[in-house]
Nanobody
Framework: QLQLVESGGGLVQPGGSLRLSCAASGFRSDYRARAIGWFRQAPGQEREGVPCISSSGGGTNYADSVKGRFTISRDNVNTMVYLQVSSLKPEDSAVYYC???????????????????WGQGTQVTVSS
């Protein structure tokens, strides 16, 4: 079983940057076998997939809304996944969650059912 804990959220001005972290604990082999995704959910909206990274880190998948602004990476030695978020806009404000997929390659980001372990989220607020 995996436990995922997000951190790094906060209040940032438009155009600013943050680095979100997702710390995984549990069976290291389990973590290394799974793709990891970041999702976000704003009040009154559905949870949406943002980026995903394959188990090896060699494959990534980004939502169109964040391409060129967000970068996902992972450190399989320390069981961490990072999301660098830049050029932030007010519409990026949301609770950001990391989630572990059932498989090693990134599923379609719309298929949230493919992700079976979730963290509790970290709030990102973009406001002047």
């Amino acid at each position: 079983q995996l436990q995922l804990v997000e951190s790094g959220g906060g209040l940032v001005q438009p155009g600013g940057s943050l680095r979100l972290s997702c710390a995984a604990s549990g069976f290291r082999s389990d973590y290394r076998a799974r793709a990891i995704g970041w999702f976000r959910q704003a009040p009154g909206q559905e949870r949406e997939g943002v980026p995903c990274i394959s188990s090896s880190g060699g494959g990534t998948n980004y939502a169109d809304s964040v391409k060129g602004r967000f970068t996902i990476s992972r450190d399989n030695v320390n069981t961490m996944v990072y999301l660098q978020v830049s050029s932030l806009k007010p519409e990026d404000s949301a609770v950001y969650y990391c989630a572990a997929a059932r498989v090693s390659l990134c599923p379609d980001l719309e298929r949230k059912s493919e992700f079976d372990y979730w963290g509790q989220g970290t709030q990102v607020t973009v406001s002047s």
